[in-house]
Each structure stands twice: as C-alpha cells, then as structure tokens.
C-alpha cells in the first residue's frame, strides 16, 4: 500500500503496528504537503478558480478562512496540525486540527493545507511565539499548489 492508502485505512492494520504507521507515515505524508504548500512572502498567487468558488462558499471569504484556520492553529494544544480539508462526500471544506502526526486521510477527507504547530516548526524564529508564527503562515500559502490540488482532487 502507498503512504495514502496506509493513513485511509489504519484502522484495519494489525494493532502492534498502527501506532508506528500513524505517526511515520503521517509524518511522511503530512511534510510532503506542508513544504510545497508555502511560498515567497505574498508571492503564493491567490485562491482562484473552482477553489475560490469553494472557499467563498464555505467560509465567506479568504479573510474568514484566514481567521479560522488561526483560531484552530491557536486554540490546539501540544504539537499537532491544524488543516484546510476536503470531504469527498460533501464536498465541502473545513478546518480541523490533528494531534501528532495524525492525518486527516485516516477520517476519510482529503488534506489541501496543512499549518504544522509542532514546536519544532517555528521555535528557531519565534521561539515560544505561535500566534506569531500562525499570522505569518497564512501570508507565505503557496496558493497557486492549493488551487492545483483542488482542481486535481475535485476532477
């Protein structure tokens, strides 16, 4: 099974083995998104297309999305993540947090963004600063991958 197809189906692995794959895989699959996912200061292009369309419709505008990924980025406690996802089956977008290394291909929807609140992801810069951190995010988002992504996993 690739990375994806483990994290979707963790639930039927054998119990001695979940706890490992959760966490390297998820790892694994978590940091290949987080990392094209960012771009140059302002230089990530904007939501566009189907994906803007969808954005709009599921949270108002980008400001209100902007705003709720960093309430949900803010409000997890510990190392974790916090996710712009795609549900298949309702095709809606949502925010959520994972604890860990955990995906949300393991609940059954689709990762576009993910904010890695992990200590690790900023301490060198912004020390114990996450809001910091969080409200420099969104302005590094490589836009022009999340509308590639959306369009892929929407066709």
Request: charged share 20%; hydrophobic share 40%.
């Amino acid at each position: 099974m690739s990375v994806d197809e483990l994290l979707q189906n963790l639930n039927t692995l054998p119990a001695a083995v979940r706890m490992q794959i959760r966490n390297q895989c998820g790892g694994h699959a978590n940091h290949l998104l987080f990392w094209p996912s960012l771009a140059s200061a302002n230089k990530g292009g904007k939501p566009g297309g189907k994906f803007a369309a969808a954005l709009t419709a599921n949270f108002g505008d980008q400001e209100k999305f902007e705003d709720a990924l960093r309430k949900a980025a803010l409000s997890f406690f510990g190392s974790g993540w916090a996710w712009l996802t795609l549900d298949h089956s309702t095709g809606k977008l949502a925010i959520e947090t994972t604890p860990n290394q955990d995906s949300p291909l393991s609940a059954g929807r689709q990762p576009l963004l993910g904010l890695d609140v992990w200590e690790h992801a900023y301490y060198l810069k912004y020390q114990n600063r996450r809001p910091e951190y969080v409200a420099a995010f969104v302005h590094v988002i490589n836009w022009d991958f999340i509308n590639d992504r959306f369009a892929k996993l929407t066709a």
